[in-house]
């Protein structure tokens, strides 16, 4: 059992940067994979990374390698999502979740945040 509580969404131009952050509370984060997701307008939630445990590991949809980066620190028991080069067709509600398996799936990941929402003008 772990609660997730997304923030730092919010609204900024095209092509600049926010970070969000994933805290995490019960369980120790460190047991789970972290996984970013989004839905946008009129969409379906899609996969946007990972993160394995340790942080060893991630893997990212193509349409934000090199823009996006996906990092943890278990000690503070936080995830982060560092988002540069913002363009309009990222805006969404960004959700973290935890799951227990690196793939891309959202049934994997049993635990999710309540989303933080991002907003990108042109």
């Known amino acids: 059992q772990v609660q997730l509580v997304e923030s730092g969404g919010g609204l900024v131009q095209a092509g600049g940067s926010l970070r969000l952050s994933c805290a995490a509370s019960?369980?120790?984060?460190?047991?789970?994979?972290m996984g970013w997701f989004r839905r946008a307008p009129g969409k379906e939630r899609e996969f946007v990374g990972y993160?394995?445990?340790?942080?060893?590991?991630?893997y990212y949809k193509d349409s934000v390698k090199g823009r996006f980066t996906i990092s943890r620190d278990n000690a503070k028991n936080t995830g982060y999502l560092q988002m540069n080069n913002l363009k309009p067709e990222d805006a969404a509600v960004y959700y973290c979740?935890?799951?227990?398996?690196?793939?891309?799936?959202?049934?994997?990941?049993?635990?999710w945040g309540q989303g933080t929402q991002v907003t990108v003008s042109s």
């Open positions: 993160i394995s445990r340790s942080g060893g590991n991630t």
């Open positions: 979740a935890a799951g227990n398996v690196e793939v891309g799936l959202e049934k994997v990941y049993n635990y």
């Open positions: 019960g369980r120790a984060f460190s047991n789970y994979v």
